[in-house]
């Protein structure tokens, strides 16, 4: 079977499409998960809770 330039682009960038939106739903549903919303509050808020001043030896 003969595959030219062409048919492999063709090929290429469905398949790379829906890898993306696979991946990109993948990504969605662990940051909306319920059970990592603890982890990201503390990663929201550990920022805060650092004095601001600076690094003294």
Known sequence: M???HDTLVAISKSWGLF???AFFLGVCAYAFWPRNR???DRAKHSILDRDD???QR
Request: aromatic fraction near 34%; charged fraction near 15%; charge should be neutral.
């Open 2 to 4: 003969d595959f030219s």
């Open 53 to 55: 001043t600076p690094w």
């Open 19 to 21: 890898y993306m939106m």
């Open 38 to 40: 603890t982890r990201f």
